[in-house]
């Protein structure tokens, strides 16, 4: 167990819907990654923040917007859903903004839509 | 961005042999880590290793950052070692974080 976790584990969905994910990260920790996997794109970063401030970005889509709050767990919205959003949604997080510090994973969310 | 080439992509071993999997860089980094992927989609933390050598029982792990590689070693594999095998790199210029395509590793009884 990583410490990170994330909520829902699954969500299935239809297309034009809009979701959202949670991470808590591990105690202590003040950075959140968010990484999409999905079967064709591998794992790609997206967004991550630290201490409540967007640090890096990746390539996250203008449908997809994220969030990190006070209490340091940030929440991943994603909006008009296409089939091609399925995918492994993944948070991390580390102890600090950037690097060099170790990343840990939570479960994941597995999204499906429809 | 950097780019993260993992080889070989796909591996099969006998249980109990050996085997190197290699990530190259693109750039220079300075976070650079190893994880393992297993079958329900876990990805566990195998090596945080930015440079230096860093063994953990029949695993270890090499990077030469002046030369943009790292290499993971696994002996005497087993059969719970199998999933997909992914370096990933934070760039030490843009912070932004890449993985490679991952190798996928297969152990036979």
């Known amino acids: 167990d990583s410490g990170v976790t994330q909520t829902p584990k699954h969500l299935i969905t239809a297309t034009g819907q809009r979701v959202t994910l949670r991470c808590s990260p591990r105690?202590?920790?003040?950075?959140v990654y968010w990484y999409q996997q999905s079967l064709d794109q591998g794992l790609q970063f997206l967004i991550q923040y630290y201490n409540g401030e967007e640090r890096a970005k990746g390539n996250i889509l203008e449908r997809f917007s994220a969030q990190q709050f006070p209490d340091l767990h940030s929440e991943l919205n994603l909006s008009s859903l296409e089939l091609g959003d399925s995918a492994l949604y993944f948070c991390a997080s580390s102890s600090a903004g950037r690097g060099p510090y170790e990343q840990y994973f939570g479960p994941g969310t597995r999204l499906t839509v429809t | 961005g950097i780019q993260v080439e993992q080889s070989p992509p796909d591996l099969i071993l006998q249980e109990g042999a050996n085997s190197t999997l290699r990530c190259n860089f693109s750039?220079?980094?300075?976070?650079l880590q190893w994880f393992h992927q297993n079958p329900w989609g876990q990805l566990i933390n195998l090596f945080y290793i930015p440079s230096g050598t860093k063994q953990n029982g029949r695993l270890s792990a090499t990077t030469v950052a002046t030369e943009r590689y790292s290499l993971l070693y696994i002996s005497s594999s087993q059969t719970t070692d199998s999933g997909v095998y992914f370096c990933a790199g934070i760039s030490t210029n843009a912070g932004k974080s890449t993985f490679g395509d991952g190798t996928t590793l297969t152990v036979k009884p």
């Open positions: 105690s202590g920790d003040l950075s």
């Open positions: 750039d220079s980094v300075n976070n």
